[in-house]
């Protein structure tokens, strides 16, 4: 059974920092790429950053660079986003995303094919 459990939410204040974790199972991880995607509330899913399966290559939406850094462990299986200077604006609800195959990366949501249940980021101002 494909499973992605996402990890690392919660409550924080303006300019505050999360990592958040996307553990994998059921699936071999270290071929596909993966990404990161966000819903706020009462909006469409925003693409936020992909990796390519060997780490070598990330891309990053432009409402995040260089606050956001996407890496991998695919010795454990897992994909985190580091988050720094958070923003209200980066309320939303977090989903990693698999992508096979993995030396291809995608910022189109549409295309991924397993999705982890979510984990709520807040942002307080």
């Known amino acids: 059974e494909v499973q992605l459990v996402e990890s690392g939410g919660g409550l924080v204040q303006l300019g505050g920092s999360l990592r958040l974790s996307c553990a994998a199972s059921g699936f071999t991880f270290s071929g596909y790429a993966m990404s990161w995607v966000r819903q706020a509330p009462a909006k469409g899913l925003e693409w936020v950053s992909v990796?390519?399966?060997?780490?070598?290559?990330?891309d990053y939406a432009d409402s995040v660079k260089g606050r956001f850094t996407i890496s991998r462990d695919n010795a454990e299986n897992t994909v985190y986003l580091q988050m720094n200077s958070l923003k209200p604006e980066d309320t939303a609800v977090y989903y990693c995303a698999a992508d096979w195959p993995g030396v291809i990366v995608t910022t189109r949501p549409e295309e991924y094919d397993y999705w982890g249940q979510g984990t709520q980021v807040t942002v307080s101002s």
């Open positions: 990796i390519n399966s060997a780490g070598s290559l990330t």
